[in-house]
């Protein structure tokens, strides 16, 4: 699956995800560090791809369409180390399809999951 990693998301998860096969790009690995969320949101788009993120702003549906997605995943929990991190998305990952989510957005919990 594609995955373009927000820079609010701990870099810990761009090699777990790609040792289990996810095809990852780290905005924090793009030359232009810093992109815009618009031009985040874009690249995913272009890119038929899952963003995963803890901005708060790409919850806005009106702004960022889940639709236009392959699913946008954030995490809600706040102070997870980056372990815990890892734990939620992988858990995540691997007990939904991304059918399931598609076009959706995800919120993590530490210890929940809502899709809509």
């Known amino acids: ?3 373009i990693l927000d820079e609010s998301v701990s870099y810990s998860l761009v090699p777990a ?3 289990v096969g996810h095809n990852v790009t780290a ?3 793009v030359p232009t ?3 815009i969320d618009e031009s985040i949101f874009n690249i995913v788009i272009e890119n038929r791809a899952v963003l995963i993120t803890r901005d708060y702003h790409f919850t806005n549906a009106v702004r960022f369409p889940p639709d236009k997605t392959s699913g946008i995943i954030y995490i809600r929990s706040g102070n997870l180390t980056a372990n815990e991190e890892v734990e939620i998305v992988q858990r995540f990952l691997s007990n939904h399809p ?3 989510y598609s076009g959706k957005l995800v919120t993590l919990y530490k210890d929940s999951v809502k899709i809509r």
Do not use: C
């Open 1 to 3: 699956m594609k995955i």
């Open 17 to 19: 995800l790609r040792e």
């Open 27 to 29: 905005i924090a690995e």
């Open 33 to 35: 560090s810093g992109i």
């Open 98 to 100: 991304n059918e399931e």
